[in-house]
T-cell receptor
Framework: KAGVTQTPRYLIKTRGQQVTLSCSPI?????VSWYQQTPGQGLQFLFE???????NKGNFPGRFSGRQFSNSRSEMNVSTLELGDSALYLC??????????????FGPGTRLTVL | AQSVTQLDSQVPVFEEAPVELRCNYS??????LFWYVQYPNQGLQLLLK??????LVKGINGFEAEFNKSQTSFHLRKPSVHISDTAEYFC????????????FGSGTQLTVLP
């Protein structure tokens, strides 16, 4: 089975712009979670989607949003970019939602740099 | 809420020596525990997880971890490390039941020296 794929792998934007990141989960997986990784804050949960519905949301401002499509692919959007949004954005997929015991499989991430 | 503390931010060790990476957690509810590894410019790969049952969990690449409920610890061990084990290691917890949100520790950079 192919793993979790994320596109693009690298992205450079300027302050004030918006960006959309894409994640394709492992085939058959219906839950997609997003995490932000920065040197200062470490790995932080952004949100989780299951069956096109947001199930969980972390403590991030409303500039961060996401959605999930009927084929389980997910996108996250960051509007009005700030320098502090520079990070590695990781997507993880799992088979179900609401079962913590399910393993989350991570993609390689999208490295976003905001200038 | 849960929290995870990884006591060592950097662990240098010589090749073929044993290593232990420490992880402590706090939670008011029962949790599941995970160790992930991250190689440079890559995502996270699951090493092992504790859900229930035997407190000694074996994972990939020769790693194992022991769950200690009384000490709220989940330390990762390997009896003999290789250069290729150089990476960052993250301990994580997730609330058992309905939650899907992984809470990560700050990570431990393991550097294996020749």
């Amino acid at each position: 089975k192919a793993g979790v794929t994320q596109t693009p792998r690298y992205l450079i934007k300027t302050r004030g712009q918006q960006v959309t990141l894409s994640c394709s989960p492992i085939s058959g997986h219906r839950s997609v979670s997003w995490y932000q990784q920065t040197p200062g804050q470490g790995l932080q949960f952004l949100f989780e989607y299951f069956s096109e519905t947001q199930r969980n949301k972390g403590n991030f401002p409303g500039r961060f949003s996401g959605r999930q499509f009927s084929n389980s692919r997910s996108e996250m959007n960051v509007s009005t970019l700030e320098l502090g949004d520079s990070a590695l954005y990781l997507c993880a997929s799992s088979q179900t939602s609401g079962l913590g015991r399910d393993t989350q499989y991570f993609g390689p991430g999208t490295r976003l740099t905001v200038l | 809420a849960q929290s995870v503390t990884q006591l060592d931010s950097q662990v240098p060790v010589f090749e073929e020596a044993p290593v232990e990476l420490r992880c402590n957690y706090s939670s008011s509810v029962s949790v599941y525990l995970f160790w992930y590894v991250q190689y440079p410019n890559q995502g996270l790969q699951l090493l092992l997880k504790y859900l229930s049952g035997s407190t000694l969990v074996k994972g990939i690449n020769g790693f194992e971890a022991e769950f200690n409920k009384s000490q709220t610890s989940f330390h990762l061990r390997k009896p003999s490390v290789h250069i290729s084990d150089t990476a960052e290691y993250f301990c994580a917890v997730i609330r058992s039941g309905s939650a899907r949100q992984l809470t990560f520790g700050s990570g431990t950079q393991l550097t294996v020296l020749p």
